[in-house]
């Protein structure tokens, strides 16, 4: 019986099941073919069974070199242990289809993959994050119990109120809305806020590759836009891409309610989970208690590691050898 993985590359993502992070969905790399940004899935399999796919983002700067990202991968079938995940990558990182001076740049999605990583030889570049996800298959009013009182009573508050709540798909020729104005909102915010973000041709890319995947949701009082939530839907989940508010919004909390609504529409149409972003309490600190106010799960991620097969071989010997003792002497 063979018991070898085996590694094939694909020019679309195949991932192992409907949850997945946007980045490794089939969705985001449709979107970046639009943008002319090459993607290729590795998957691995030992006896026609899936245990690891990765959708990588290749660039290649010369005929000599190039550079590959993994962006929140690789995706792990559950019942991988970290020495079958140490062989998988292996074959991953030994076979990426770049020159032979290449350097691979890997967004780990859970803290687990770091000891793999690290055996692999590579380097942490970028300290791990946390993000925030609504786990969806919770009934409604289990989701509701979830969320912080401060954050409940703001819904109820904003329940109340003369909100109005909509929401539509994409459409190009305008016959349904398609979120340009709110992407120039965003562009106006990123400046004043000085944060960072997938650009706006990204957003754009998207719901044209992907023109029933995107969801857009508004808030409006006596007629007038007062907040918006723009989410990304991929296999069994969502994300939440971009979102915009006003003063009049804050002060009626349409966030609360249009994030509300959001959540049981997904709910309804059978989606998992639905991915907040990243917790950031010391650059973002509002928004951080907004989405932990939810009552999402914080889960924890990776760090960001730099794999090169020049550095891998003295990386890895260099691990294994234990640290120098100091020697102090005194003067006395």
């Given amino acids: 019986m063979n018991t070898v993985m085996e590694i094939n590359w694909s020019p679309t993502a195949t991932p192992l099941h ?101 055996q692999q030889g590579a380097i942490p570049i970028v300290t791990p994050q946390h993000s925030a996800s609504l786990n969806l298959e919770l009934p409604q009013d289990a989701r509701l119990a979830a969320q912080s009182v401060k954050w409940r009573n703001r819904l109820r508050a904003a329940q109340k109120s003369r909100l109005k709540v909509s929401h539509a798909g994409f459409s190009e020729d305008g016959s349904r809305n398609n979120f340009q104005w709110l992407l120039a909102k965003d562009e106006k915010q990123r400046r004043a806020k000085h944060y960072r973000g997938l650009p706006a041709r990204f957003t754009t890319a998207f719901a044209r590759a992907n023109p029933t995947s995107t969801r857009l949701f508004t808030a409006s009082c006596q007629g007038t836009t007062v907040a918006a939530m723009l989410f990304l839907l991929h296999g069994h989940s969502a994300t939440y891409h971009i979102g915009w508010i006003n003063a009049e919004g804050r002060l009626l909390s349409a966030h609360n309610l249009v994030l509300w609504k959001a959540a049981n529409y997904l709910a309804r149409k059978g989606y998992s989970s639905l991915d907040l972003g990243i917790v950031d309490t010391e650059s973002a600190a509002g928004l951080a208690r907004f989405k932990i106010g939810t009552g999402a799960q914080i889960q924890a991620l990776g760090s960001t590691w730099l794999y090169t097969p020049l550095t891998a071989g003295p990386t890895r010997l260099m691990a294994h050898i234990p640290p120098r003792r100091r020697q102090y002497h005194s003067n006395a």
């Fill in 18 to 118: 409907g949850c997945v992070p946007l980045q490794q969905s089939r969705q985001y790399g449709a979107a970046l073919a639009l943008l002319d940004r090459k993607t290729i899935t590795a998957t691995v399999t030992r006896e026609n069974t899936i245990l690891a796919t990765a959708q990588i983002v290749l660039r290649k700067i010369t005929d000599y070199a190039g550079i590959a990202l993994i962006p929140r991968g690789p995706v792990w079938h559950p019942d991988m242990r970290p020495a079958q995940m140490h062989t998988a990558l292996s074959l991953i990182t030994q076979n990426v289809p770049l020159p032979r001076l290449r350097a691979l740049i890997t967004n780990c999605n859970q803290p687990s993959d770091d000891f793999v990583m690290r």
